[in-house]
T-cell receptor, first 115, second 115 residues
Framework: DAGVTQSPTHLIKTRGQQVTLRCSPK?????VSWYQQALGQGPQFIFQ???????QRGNFPDRFSGHQFPNYSSELNVNALLLGDSALYLC??????????????FGSGTQLSVL | AQTVTQSQPEMSVQEAETVTLSCTYD???????LFWYKQPPSRQMILVIR??????QNATENRFSVNFQKAAKSFSLKISDSQLGDAAMYFC????????????FGTGTRLTVIP
């Protein structure tokens, strides 16, 4: 059973560019959450998708947007990249139903470097 | 707002010895979940142990156990018989009650295991 997979593993962009990161959830999971982990920090919640809708959002600007597809996979898009967007981006999947939503499984992340 | 504090940026332990990692949190909720995650150099967040706030009994998973003090809002992790493979970043995390999947993470503790 494949766990949470993320692509690409590493990415280098320049300021002002746009980037798309991808995530495939663990088999059977219907909810995808994205986190940003800056160097030396704990991950911070960006947003969560369920049934192709953004369900919750953390304190991130509108430059950060996402999408969930009918197969539950998800994309994270960041526009107008800033140097401060350099970080590890983690995807986590789970089931939304009560009693299971605390069981999050994480991918290995995409390391984004903005030059 | 929920905050999670890990006051030990780095800890070290001799192989086969016991080490305790500290975590405090702030919340006005009475029902929540607390977690310890391990992040090795592979970057994937791996769940070590989970505690439901309504349970008085401290969670245990093999060599890992917690000391959950709800009134003091303290949640420490004890690793017994430390192994070289335990070396990693350890993050304490808080999850709001059912229906909200956004984890709040601390800043992490880097654990070194000395052979």
């Amino acid at each position: 059973d494949a766990g949470v997979t993320q692509s690409p593993t590493h990415l280098i962009k320049t300021r002002g560019q746009q980037v798309t990161l991808r995530c495939s959830p663990k088999s059977g999971h219907d909810t995808v959450s994205w986190y940003q982990q800056a160097l030396g920090q704990g991950p911070q919640f960006i947003f969560q998708y369920y049934e192709e809708e953004e369900r919750q959002r953390g304190n991130f600007p509108d430059r950060f947007s996402g999408h969930q597809f009918p197969n539950y996979s998800s994309e994270l898009n960041v526009n107008a990249l800033l140097l401060g967007d350099s970080a590890l981006y983690l995807c986590a999947s789970s089931l939304l139903q009560p009693g299971t939503n605390e069981k999050l499984f994480f991918g290995s992340g995409t390391q984004l470097s903005v030059l | 707002a929920q905050t999670v504090t890990q006051s030990q940026p780095e800890m070290s332990v001799q192989e086969a010895e016991t080490v305790t990692l500290s975590c405090t949190y702030d919340t006005s909720e009475s029902d929540y979940y607390l977690f310890w995650y391990k992040q090795p150099p592979s970057r994937q967040m791996i769940l070590v142990i989970r505690q439901e706030a309504y349970k008085q009994q401290n969670a245990t998973e093999n060599r890992f156990s917690v000391n959950f003090q709800k009134a003091a809002k303290s949640f420490s992790l004890k690793i017994s018989d430390s192994q070289l493979g335990d070396a990693a970043m350890y993050f304490c995390a808080y999850l709001r009650p059912a229906g909200a999947n956004n984890l709040f993470f601390g800043t992490g503790t880097r654990l070194t295991v000395i052979p």
